[in-house]
């Protein structure tokens, strides 16, 4: 099994910048695809950003196109989401998902493992 723990949620001003870290103690994500969801109070997820296994393709919904940068780093096994521009419809769980095989980018299950989610919080 892949364990993802998800890192540097916090509570910030509109405007503000964060930056999430996905890490997989352990199990090396170089061959996987990693993507990041989010999901509001009374909200389905939703897809926010993915990257290929080689880092090559990345995709993004269109709400955060341009504000969010999504990365990743096979030496230290990381994915990373760089979030600038927050606002408050930001405001999130966000989660770091693994697939092991061809995905969709925005659908849930091309996934095969996910984190436990880091709350974002961005205040007006």
């Known amino acids: 099994q892949v364990q993802l723990v998800e890192s540097g949620g916090g509570l910030v001003q509109a405007g503000d910048s964060l930056r999430l870290s996905c890490a997989a103690p352990?199990?090396?994500?170089?061959?996987?695809?990693m993507g990041w969801f989010r999901q509001a109070p009374g909200k389905e997820r939703e897809f926010v950003a993915v990257?290929?296994?080689?880092?090559?393709?990345?995709y993004y919904a269109d709400s955060v196109k341009g504000r969010f940068t999504i990365s990743r780093d096979n030496a230290k096994n990381t994915v990373s989401l760089q979030m600038n521009s927050l606002k408050s419809e930001d405001s999130a769980v966000y989660y770091c998902a693994a697939a092991y095989s061809s995905v969709t980018p925005s659908r849930r299950d091309s996934y095969d493992y996910w984190g436990q989610g880091t709350q974002v919080t961005v205040s007006s």
């Open positions: 990257i290929s296994w080689s880092g090559m393709s990345k």
């Open positions: 352990g199990r090396a994500l170089s061959t996987y695809a």
